[in-house]
Each structure stands twice: as C-alpha cells, then as structure tokens.
C-alpha cells in the first residue's frame, strides 16, 4: 500500500485553518491547503477526527459481587410486572426515538449531499482552472511553433541567398581572374611593343648617324668631282 502523503495532524490543522478562516473543509480544500494528497483520504482523516471530539466516553462497569447480583435478580423478578407496563410507554418513546433518528438520518443525508455538490463544485472548478491553463499552454504552443516555421522559412530562404551570392561571388572571381590575365597578356604586349619601339628608336638613330656620315662623304666626293671637273675644263681650253 502507498503510504500516506500527509500526516492527519497536518490534515487536521490545515481542515481548523479553513474553518478559521470561514470557509467549508471539503476534499479539495484540504488537499489545496496542505499541498497534495487524495482528497478522499484527507476529508475521511477530518471527518474522523470531527468523529471523535462529539463520541461519548465509555467507563468500564466494574462486575458486580454474587450477593448484590442475587439482590438485583430478586429486584428485577419484582419489577417485571412493572416493566410490563411500562413497556407500552417505553414503546411509545422508541417510536419516538426511531422518528428522531429517522430525522437525524435524513439531515445526516442532507448534509452529506450538500458536502458532495461542495466537493463537486470545488472538483468542477480545479477542472475549469486545468482547462484554462491547458489552453495557455496550447495557444503557446501554437505561436511557437509558428515561430519556429517561420525561423525555418527565414533561414532556408537566407540559404538561397547566401547560395546565389556565392555563385555571383564565384563568378565575379572567375571575371576577374580573366581580367587579371588578360591585363597581363596586355602588359606583356605592351612592354614588348615599348621594347620594340626603343628599338626602332635606335635603328632610327644609328640610321640617321649613318646618312649623315654617307650625306658628308657624298660632299665630299662632289667636291672632289667638281674640282676633278674644273681641272678638265681647264685643261681642254689650253
């Protein structure tokens, strides 16, 4: 068996706080004021303990001597005939009696229903308080959840992003690389065709140096001709 959760002297004391405090000890009261339990068990251990502050204590007859027994048997023997007429009057009260028992039952009925549509209404509502915070806890839930699609969406559609990026990224490498060599093929060229030029540059110069010397020997040879010349005609006049 399970043992119990709750001592009844905390049950106890937790059912005279409710009664302090004006309010009705049912199952569920009690078991909100101590923190737990069955409610069944903690309104029995109240009900019990009620029980027995109103019982009335029984002290033990002490048996009696045979002397005084043999004087109540003769006493008893004499009042037979006086219990029998008191019989219908005794009657008459047990009829009485049953009818205030009977009264006493039906009260006794009454305030047990009473206590089960209290413990019914208390029961009632911790189900309206369980039901409320359990559609908290859905509607909650539910905006997680559509927190978390949409985080989903978010980070799937940046993935494309990041992807498209990367191929732009990629491919503005790969232009730049064309770039890149295509510059150098150019600076090669460019290079040779400055080489080439200061080339052509000296070609010019040594060609300019050289029709100068040939521009000088051919005046001279003039001159030479020309005095050559002039001693012929001189010569054919004499």
Same mark, same amino acid.
């Given at each position: ?31 909100? #004021? ?9 309104? =029995?251990?109240? @009900? ?29 023997? =004499? !009042?037979?005939? /006086? ?12 009829? #009485?009696?049953?009818?205030?028992? %009977? ?23 911790? %189900?309206? @308080?369980?039901?409320?915070? !359990? @559609? ?14 949409? =985080? ?21 490498? #790969?232009?730049? $690389?064309?770039?890149?060599?295509? $510059? ?23 060609? /300019? ?8 020997? !051919? @005046? ?17 006049? #004499?």
């Amino acid at each position: 068996m399970r043992p119990a959760e709750f001592a009844p002297e905390q049950i106890i004391a937790a059912g005279d706080a409710l009664i302090a405090a004006g309010r009705n000890v049912t199952g569920f009261a009690l078991r909100q #004021k101590v923190g737990g339990g069955n409610p069944n068990r903690l309104k =029995s251990v109240w @009900d019990e303990h009620i029980a027995s502050k109103t019982a009335t204590t029984v002290v033990p007859v002490a048996e009696l001597p045979v002397e005084v027994a043999e004087e109540v048997a003769a006493v008893t023997r =004499s !009042l037979t005939e /006086r219990i029998a007429q008191l019989a219908t009057e005794l009657n008459d009260k047990a009829v #009485k009696a049953a009818e205030r028992r %009977v009264a006493e039952v039906v009260r006794a009925a009454g305030e047990q229903r009473e206590q089960a549509e209290r413990e019914l209404a208390d029961a009632a509502q911790t %189900v309206d @308080d369980l039901e409320t915070a !359990l @559609d908290q806890a859905n509607s909650e839930i539910a905006t997680l959840e559509q927190r978390l699609a949409e =985080s989903q969406q978010h980070a799937q559609a940046q993935a494309v992003e990041l992807a498209q990026l990367r191929e732009r990224i990629a491919s503005i490498e #790969k232009s730049a $690389a064309a770039s890149a060599e295509e $510059a150098n093929r150019t600076a090669e060229r460019a290079k040779k065709a400055e080489a080439e030029l200061d080339q052509a540059r000296k070609d010019a110069a040594q060609a /300019r140096e050289e029709a100068a010397r040939q521009g000088g020997k !051919l @005046d001279a040879l003039t001159e030479q001709n020309t005095a050559l010349l002039a001693t012929l005609q001189a010569a054919g006049k #004499k």
